[in-house]
Nanobody, 118 residues
Framework: QVQLVESGGGLVQAGGSLRLSCAAS????????MGWYRQAPGKQRELVAT???????NYADSVKGRFTISRDNAKNTWYLQMNSLKPEDTAVYYC????????????WGQGAQVTVSS
C-alpha cells in the first residue's frame, strides 16, 4: 500500500504563490507517475499536472506557464509550485499516485484547500 500526505495550501491574494507538497510512504515502487488534481465546488475533479518516473511533465492548459510539478526522489516527495494564482484556481487540490501495472490513479492524498481571493 501507498500513503500520500499533503501539506501546504491556504489563502492567498490573486497574483500570489503557494506550494503544495505530497509525501509518499509505503510501497512506493509500485507508483509509475504522480499527479495533482483539483476539484472546485460544483465542478468535476480535473487533472492539473503529472510527472512520470522518468521526469516527463504534463500540464492542463489552464495552468501552463504558471504551475510547476517537481519531485525530490530522496525525500519521496512531490511538489506543485503555483504562481500567478487566479481566483479560478480556488479548489481542493489532491495529489495522486498512478499504479505501475494498471496505470490507474489508485492512491490519493487527503486534499488541501487553496483559496485565491480577488
Amino acid at each position: 500500500q501507498v500513503q500520500l500526505v499533503e501539506s501546504g495550501g491556504g489563502l492567498v491574494q490573486a497574483g500570489g504563490s503557494l506550494r503544495l507538497s505530497c509525501a509518499a510512504s509505503g510501497s512506493i515502487f509500485i507508483i509509475n507517475a504522480m499527479g495533482w488534481y483539483r476539484q472546485a465546488p460544483g465542478k468535476q475533479r480535473e487533472l492539473v499536472a503529472t510527472i512520470t518516473s522518468g521526469g516527463s511533465t504534463n500540464y492542463a492548459d489552464s495552468v501552463k506557464g504558471r504551475f510547476t510539478i517537481s519531485r525530490d526522489n530522496a525525500k519521496n516527495t512531490w511538489y506543485l509550485q503555483m504562481n500567478s494564482l487566479k481566483p479560478e484556481d480556488t479548489a481542493v487540490y489532491y495529489c495522486a499516485g498512478q499504479q505501475r501495472l494498471r496505470l490507474t490513479w489508485d492512491y490519493w492524498g487527503q486534499g488541501a484547500q487553496v483559496t485565491v481571493s480577488s
